[in-house]
């Protein structure tokens, strides 16, 4: 047994030298897949929505009320939308990493330019709507099952929703 194994160690060494170079490759590439990459000029990092937002989302409500009043027998509709998020913001990063190997830093800051006499203004990557989590129709003409199916339709199609998310109610008498 300690015969075998000696010679099975012999092997390897054999075997280390004959490729050590092709082994010290392999060795390098994998480091390098293990090392994080976001040493990139420009990275993105997330904030808070911009305060209009809330205006979107009321005109955004205004529109779709008026395009489901104006569906055969739904009469007067009223729309309530939930909201899953409130969008994200994506700013630009300029990011900076200094020293190399081990004691590499980075450092990352918004980057922003001038509006104005001192102020400065940060660069928006992308602007990503808010996500819509459930509605509810109310509508005069609620009772009739076509009218409630054509609501559902088209609050799905405008909105992206599934069926099982919207609710379509009909509206009290006054």
Same mark, same amino acid.
């Given at each position: 047994m300690k015969s075998s194994w000696r010679q099975f160690t012999e092997k390897c060494a054999g075997f280390a030298r004959k490729y050590r170079y092709v082994l010290l490759l392999a060795a390098l590439g994998l480091a390098l897949v293990l090392v994080p990459t976001t040493k990139s000029g420009a990275s993105q990092t997330s904030a808070q929505p911009p305060p209009e937002t809330d205006d979107t989302r009321a005109a955004l409500r205004s529109e779709l009320e008026s395009a489901l009043s104006d569906i055969d027998g739904a009469g007067r509709v009223r729309l309530v939308l939930t909201w899953e998020d409130g969008g994200e913001t994506v700013y630009q990063q300029d990011t900076r990493t200094s020293g190399s190997g081990e004691n590499a830093s980075e450092e990352a800051a918004v980057a922003a330019v001038p509006s104005g006499s001192s102020a400065q203004q940060a660069l928006i990557t992308k602007q990503l709507a808010p996500k819509c989590a459930g509605a509810l129709v109310v509508s005069?003409? !609620? !009772?009739? !099952? !076509?009218?409630?199916?054509a609501l559902t339709d088209a609050v799905r199609a405008l909105t992206g929703l599934r069926a099982d998310q919207i609710t379509v109610v009909k509206m009290k008498s006054t």
């Amino acid at each position: 047994m300690k015969s075998s194994w000696r010679q099975f160690t012999e092997k390897c060494a054999g075997f280390a030298r004959k490729y050590r170079y092709v082994l010290l490759l392999a060795a390098l590439g994998l480091a390098l897949v293990l090392v994080p990459t976001t040493k990139s000029g420009a990275s993105q990092t997330s904030a808070q929505p911009p305060p209009e937002t809330d205006d979107t989302r009321a005109a955004l409500r205004s529109e779709l009320e008026s395009a489901l009043s104006d569906i055969d027998g739904a009469g007067r509709v009223r729309l309530v939308l939930t909201w899953e998020d409130g969008g994200e913001t994506v700013y630009q990063q300029d990011t900076r990493t200094s020293g190399s190997g081990e004691n590499a830093s980075e450092e990352a800051a918004v980057a922003a330019v001038p509006s104005g006499s001192s102020a400065q203004q940060a660069l928006i990557t992308k602007q990503l709507a808010p996500k819509c989590a459930g509605a509810l129709v109310v509508s005069d003409g !609620a !009772a009739n !099952a !076509a009218v409630r199916l054509a609501l559902t339709d088209a609050v799905r199609a405008l909105t992206g929703l599934r069926a099982d998310q919207i609710t379509v109610v009909k509206m009290k008498s006054t």
